[in-house]
């Protein structure tokens, strides 16, 4: 059973555009969620976080918004760079477990010139 | 390096040998937890230590594998007996402290498992 969803694969902008990463959870009891970037043979890398008690956060071109009604985040990366090119995995965690992780099966972000 | 840093980079193993795979945490980092990921997956929990203690193993899929953390720095994943379902990347992932909602997970670069 899923509980983080990523439904969309892959996405292409062109670089300057808005880049939109979709994410939607089942499980009401994760309290934080986070987004992290992964490039080819490397591990993934921390990008911005949201506590559930927050609609959003933003970090220079990165922001976070949560709809806990909807159990819906995305993350818009505003202006694409061709560097912004990698996986994106969304995660959750929750009290239990040392707050571990629950990860959503990654978006391929594409920046073309 | 401040970083995780896990070795081997990459293991090829016949089926049926035993490997070891090695997480070197951030030092200093309380808490460490063990990932795996399948390709074109995201990385799944498998276990969790705070300092040397194994809180949580739950995500272990088999009692092929193990996992140690004896003096609450550097920890060990074993695979015992190697599967073709056992290829995967192992990820590490180190954290300051016990708390995910103010602390960061950071992880390594992990190790490529290949069972043949």
């Known amino acids: 059973d899923q509980q983080v969803k990523q439904n969309s694969p892959s996405l292409s902008v062109q670089e300057g555009r808005i880049s939109i990463l979709n994410c939607d959870y089942t499980?009401?009891?994760?309290?934080?969620f986070l987004w992290y970037k992964k490039y080819p043979a490397e591990g993934p890398t921390f990008l911005i976080s949201?506590?559930?008690?927050?609609d959003k956060n933003e970090d220079g071109r990165f922001t976070v918004f949560l709809n806990k009604s909807a159990k819906h985040l995305s993350l818009h990366i505003v202006p694409s760079q061709p560097g912004d090119s990698a996986v994106y995995f969304c995660?959750?965690?929750?009290?239990?477990?040392?707050?571990?992780?629950?990860f959503g099966t990654g978006t391929q972000l594409k920046v073309e010139l | 390096g401040a970083g995780v840093s896990q070795s081997p980079r990459y293991k090829v193993a016949k089926r049926g040998q035993d490997v070891a795979l090695r997480c070197d945490p951030i030092?200093?980092?309380?808490?460490l937890f063990w990932y795996q990921q399948a390709l074109g997956q995201g990385p799944e929990f498998l276990t969790y230590?705070?300092?040397?203690?194994?809180?949580?193993k739950s995500g272990l899929p088999s009692d092929r594998f193990f996992a140690e953390r004896p003096e609450g720095s550097v920890s060990t994943l074993k695979i015992q007996r190697t599967q073709q379902e056992d290829s995967a990347v192992y990820l590490c992932?180190?954290?300051?402290?016990?708390?995910?909602?103010?602390?960061?997970?950071?992880f390594g670069p992990g190790t490529r498992l290949t069972v043949l």
């Open positions: 992932a180190s954290r300051l402290g016990t708390s995910g909602s103010t602390d960061t997970q950071y």
């Open positions: 499980n009401s009891m994760f309290d934080y």
């Open positions: 949201i506590s559930s008690i927050k």
């Open positions: 995660a959750a965690g929750g009290k239990g477990g040392g707050n571990k992780l629950t």
């Open positions: 030092s200093g980092h309380v808490s």
């Open positions: 230590f705070q300092n040397e203690a194994q809180l949580d």
